[in-house]
């Protein structure tokens, strides 16, 4: 059974979309006149957020005390909020604690599926991960594992290019290089699998 996203979640993903759109439309436009300007609004616009964001961080962070650390918590830990940070470059978080955490959140729902995963590392915009268990055994869940993995990395870590999972690995300690080659599963050799963007989620 997949996950269903909220609706909030779901406007947020059709807006970020129709954005997109509209910023490939700009580019194309005939009138380089008229692009430059619209360019210019897109610019300024998303200055003008950034800074109000960061002045309320730092409004909340100049209360001091446990309150501002909890406040800090609820925004780091909001989808949107959190997105949006990341965005400006204000988030709290460095890239590896969100992957953890988002990570945190979808182990209980693996395990229920006979699978785990592993952070192995991030390597050239790209997120490496390891995922064992018995999940080989069923392709429906192995996919539905993914696609959990995929969507709680890209609401934590929006900013990644995509995510590699190495299906397949004995309980050794993980490699140095993230460039693991493909092989046949049944060997019990690694197999790289690239899930692409989780933007795209």
Request: charged share 20%; glycine share 12%; aromatic share 2%.
């Amino acid at each position: 059974m997949g996950i269903e996203m909220p609706d909030a979640e779901k406007d947020l993903s059709s807006a970020a979309g129709r954005i997109e759109a509209l910023l490939a439309e700009l580019s194309g436009l005939g009138d380089a006149r008229a692009r430059r300007k619209a360019e210019e609004l897109v610019r300024l616009l998303m200055g003008l957020y950034g800074s109000g964001l960061e002045r309320i961080l730092e409004i909340v962070w100049d209360g001091g005390g446990a309150a501002a650390e909890r406040c800090f918590e609820r925004l780091a830990g909001d989808g949107l909020v959190s997105s949006l940070l990341v965005l400006h470059g204000l988030h709290p978080l460095d890239l590896e604690t969100r992957l953890e955490r988002a990570l945190d959140g979808v182990r209980p729902y693996l395990a229920s599926h006979g699978g785990a995963v592993t952070l192995l590392g991030v390597e050239g915009g790209r997120v490496q991960l390891r995922l064992e268990g018995s999940c080989h055994g069923c392709p429906s869940s192995a996919v539905t594992m993914k696609t959990a993995i995929e969507r709680a990395i890209g609401e934590a870590a929006p900013e990644v290019a995509g995510i590699d999972l190495v299906e397949g690995v004995e309980a050794a300690a993980p490699t140095t290089s993230p460039a693991l080659p493909a092989s046949n599963a049944s060997t019990g050799s690694p197999h790289l699998i690239q899930i692409g963007s989780p933007a795209s989620a």
